[in-house]
């Protein structure tokens, strides 16, 4: 079975300074990896996603995220946060053939002024 | 980015009454819906995946006879909420999402808001 984990509850930081929010997951063969993130009573907006290729993929906003393979990790990155990132990022993983997306529990994201 | 629409966005309403809520996509076709339930700062639950033109496919502990879901065309899919239950209450969210190429995202509605009395 496909899972998530995204191992910390909050991540905050200051305001211009890098941001990094961690996944690891488990798939039983080739992932396709999602980051979205949700603002308070609304839904999940794509930022972007890995399918193959470059292991270092760009999306919305100026986010990022790496692929690693051997550590079965899809980190999200930000080199300079913003206040208006504030917001919950969750990463979701596919196996090639299944349907259904599988979401971790989510992490809130903190930027302080 | 392709648009998926939800309505209403919020509604309250009495115990024991159905509630309807609806899922587009507004430009594109999407064979694939998805609704899902999130309650107050926690991960999405998936309850059921649909295809245009056939029965939806329900996770284990939903009940289908509580949660209707009609996929009747490639743009709208519905979800009716059969007498409704304080515990019922919940941000409902649906997801749509081209078949091909089967790497498609999902693309998200901005969810509706159920308050049972």
């Known amino acids: 079975a496909q899972s998530v984990a995204q191992p910390e509850d909050q991540v905050k930081v200051a305001e211009g300074n890098p941001l990094t929010v961690k996944c690891t997951y488990s798939v039983s063969g080739n992932p396709y990896l999602f980051w979205y993130v949700q603002y308070p009573n609304r839904g999940l907006q794509f930022l972007l996603k890995y399918i193959t290729g470059d292991n270092l993929v760009k999306g919305s906003y100026g986010f990022e995220a790496e692929f690693n393979k051997s550590q079965t990790s899809f980190h999200l990155k930000k080199p300079s946060a913003l206040v208006s990132d504030s917001a919950l990022y969750f990463c979701a993983v596919r196996d090639y053939g299944n349907n259904r997306l599988a979401f971790g529990k989510g992490n809130q994201v903190v930027v302080i002024p | 980015g392709a648009v998926v629409s939800q309505h209403p966005s919020r509604v309250i309403c009495k115990s024991g009454t159905s509630v309807k809520i609806e899922c587009r996509s507004l430009d594109f076709q999407a064979t694939t819906m998805f609704w899902y339930r999130q309650f107050p700062k926690q991960s999405l639950m998936l309850m059921a995946t649909?295809?245009?033109?056939?029965?939806?496919?329900?996770e284990q502990g939903v009940e289908k006879d509580k949660f209707l879901i009609n996929h009747a065309s490639l743009t709208l899919s519905t979800l009716t909420v059969t007498s409704a239950h304080p515990e019922d209450s919940s941000f409902y969210i649906c997801?749509?999402?081209?078949?091909?190429?089967?790497?498609?995202?999902?693309?998200f509605g901005p969810g509706t808001r159920l308050t049972v009395l």
């Open positions: 649909s295809n245009e033109g056939s029965k939806a496919t329900y």
């Open positions: 997801s749509a999402r081209d078949q091909w190429p089967s790497y498609n995202e999902q693309f």
